[in-house]
C-alpha cells in the first residue's frame, strides 16, 4: 500500500544546514518512463549543500527536495510499463528529492542492488560513479596503463575514482588535507597520496613520474589549482572540472596548453538529459557493476544518519572531517 503523504526533509529558506526541516508532502505519482522508488537510504552530496545555500537551483520541472541518489524498492510504475517490476530493490540517480519516503525518477537512471550490499552502501553509488565514469572515463579517457590524480581523495568522489581508476588498470595519486585521509587513499588503491597542507602536489607528481606529469587529473577544487594542474599534466594530458570549491577563475598559461596539447574539460550532472544519463547508467551497468558484485570495488561509507538529523550530516559534510559518503537512513 502507497500513503497518501510522506515524510520529507525539505529547505525552509537559503542557509546553513539549520534551514533543513522535516514536513509532509504528497507521494508523487509516476508519469510515462517513470518509476516510483520507496526510499530506504539516501545520498547526501555537496550539490545539496549548494541547493541549502541557495547557490543551485534544481533544473525546471524536478522537485525542489534535496537529494540526488537513493536506494530502495520500485512500489510502483508509470503508464506504459517498465523493465522494473514493483518489489524490485533499486538504487538511482535522481533529478531531487531524495530527501523523502518516496522519490520519483526516470527508469533508465536506476540500477539494480548489487548482490549483497547493505542498501545504506547502495545508496551512497549513483551521484559518485555516474559523476566519475562520465568525467574520468567518458571525457578524460583515462585507459589502462595511464596515470591519474584526483584531488579531494578522501571524498565521496575521490574515493570512488581511486578504486575505479586502479580497477582499470591506472596508475593512481591523489589528494588530501590530513595524514589520516592520505593513508585512507592509499588503502584504496593510491600508489602516492599528497598531503596538500604540506607538499606541493606538482612538484610531488613530477619526482613520481620522473618529470612527466600525469595522464589525467579530476579536480573539483578550482581556483589556483587549475593553472598548477596544467603545470602537472603530461603531453597529451587532460584537465577535468567538476566543482569550484576555490573559485570559477584562474590565469592560466595557454602556451603550455598549446605547446603540450592539453585538454581542459569538465561537465556538470544534473542538468543532462534523460537521454544521456541513462547511457551512463548502461555504461555503469556493463562496466562497473560487475566489479561491485565480485566485491573488487565497493562504495566508502563514513556514516548513517537517520532522516529527522539531515541538518547533522550536511554540518559534518561541510566540515570535511568524513572520509567517503554520508548516508540518510529512512528504515
Not at 150 to 158: E, F
Not at 222 to 230: H, Q
Amino acid at each position: 500500500m502507497i500513503p497518501a503523504e510522506m515524510r520529507v526533509v525539505e529547505i525552509a529558506a537559503p542557509g546553513g544546514p539549520e534551514v533543513l526541516r522535516l514536513a509532509t508532502r504528497r507521494v508523487p505519482k509516476p508519469g510515462a518512463g517513470e518509476i516510483l522508488i520507496r526510499v530506504r537510504a539516501a545520498g547526501v552530496n555537496r550539490p545539496d549543500a549548494l541547493q541549502r545555500a541557495g547557490a543551485y537551483a534544481p533544473p525546471k520541472g524536478a522537485s525542489d527536495l534535496p537529494g540526488l541518489e537513493a536506494a530502495g524498492e520500485v512500489a510502483a510504475v508509470g503508464p506504459g510499463g517498465s523493465a522494473w517490476a514493483v518489489g524490485d530493490p533499486v538504487t538511482a540517480l535522481l533529478p531531487g528529492g531524495g530527501y523523502a519516503e518516496y522519490v520519483l525518477t526516470h527508469q533508465d537512471h536506476a540500477l539494480p542492488v548489487p548482490e549483497d550490499m547493505e542498501i545504506t552502501a547502495a545508496a551512497g553509488l549513483c551521484e559518485t560513479f555516474f559523476t566519475v565514469w562520465s568525467n574520468v572515463f567518458l571525457r578524460g579517457r583515462l585507459a589502462a596503463g595511464e596515470s591519474f590524480l584526483v584531488h579531494g581523495g578522501s571524498s565521496g568522489i575521490g574515493t570512488t575514482a581511486i578504486q575505479l581508476a586502479a580497477a582499470r588498470g591506472a596508475r593512481v595519486f591523489a589528494t588530501a588535507g590530513s595524514e589520516a585521509k592520505c593513508a585512507a587513499c592509499r588503502e584504496l588503491g593510491a600508489e602516492l597520496a599528497i598531503n596538500y597542507r604540506e607538499a606541493d602536489f606538482v612538484a610531488e607528481l613530477r619526482a613520481a613520474t620522473g618529470g612527466r606529469g600525469v595522464d589525467v587529473i579530476l579536480d573539483m577544487v578550482g581556483g589556483d589549482y587549475i593553472a598548477r594542474n596544467v603545470r602537472a599534466l603530461a603531453t597529451d594530458g587532460r584537465l577535468v572540472m567538476i566543482a569550484f570549491l576555490q573559485g570559477t577563475k584562474a590565469e592560466v598559461n595557454f602556451a603550455q596548453v598549446m605547446m603540450r596539447r592539453l585538454t581542459l574539460t569538465g561537465s556538470t550532472l544534473r542538468p543532462q538529459s534523460v537521454e544521456a544519463k541513462a547511457a551512463i547508467a548502461a555504461d555503469l551497468r556493463r562496466e562497473v557493476w560487475p566489479l561491485l558484485a565480485a566485491g573488487r570495488i565497493a562504495p566508502v561509507i563514513d556514516c548513517v544518519y537517520p532522516l529527522e538529523q539531515a541538518a547533522e550530516a550536511h554540518a559534518r559534510m561541510e566540515s570535511s572531517a568524513h572520509v567517503g559518503k554520508i548516508i540518510l537512513s529512512l528504515d
